[in-house]
């Protein structure tokens, strides 16, 4: 079983970097919460005790989460990518929509990374899979739930 995760360079640093945060802030700032409410005496009516030890569980999963991504993590360097205008991971794809003529651009990255509203697309979204593969010029059918959408594809970058 390959449990590879996809990253481009700009999402491992992102988790990298949310993996200090979690361990440099978020961990000391609880264990300081808790040591605090400890001090407030019986733990069995302490709410903020309860609250903080939830938060400190809800912290050590994520850590936890992110270290293993990053484990798994194979990270595609897009800029070094030689796909010879294929659309491929990493690639920033410019379309258009053949029945409104919208123009709209889509990069493909992993699932820790999607973000619709800056344009960045999960791998293993309908758009990313009816796209990977294609070459500029070709068109892309979509199964979207909202209907089919056929899609022409203008531009493939590896930005």
């Known amino acids: 079983m390959n449990n590879k995760v996809p990253l481009t360079v700009r999402g491992a640093e992102q988790l990298r970097a949310e993996l200090q945060k979690l361990k440099s802030v978020e961990r000391p700032r609880v264990v300081a919460a808790i040591a605090e409410a400890r001090a407030h005496g019986d733990l069995k009516e302490n ?54 003529d919208e123009e709209i651009t889509y990069q493909i990255v992993g699932d820790d990374e999607a973000d619709i509203k800056s344009g960045l697309i999960s791998v293993s979204s309908p758009v990313a899979r009816a796209l990977i593969g294609k070459m500029e010029g070709d068109e892309a059918v979509v199964q979207a739930p909202g209907g089919t959408r056929e899609y022409e594809i203008l531009a493939v970058r590896y930005v």
């Not at 936890?64 to 920033?92: C, H, P, R, Y």
Request: proline share 0%; no cysteine; aromatic share 6%.
């Open 47 to 100: 709410a903020e005790y309860h609250a903080a030890r939830e938060q400190q569980g809800f912290i050590e999963g994520r850590i936890q989460e992110v270290e293993a991504k990053l484990s798994n993590a194979q990270v595609i360097d897009v800029t070094k990518l030689n796909a010879g205008g294929k659309v491929v991971f990493g690639a920033t794809v410019d379309l258009v929509d053949v029945s409104t």
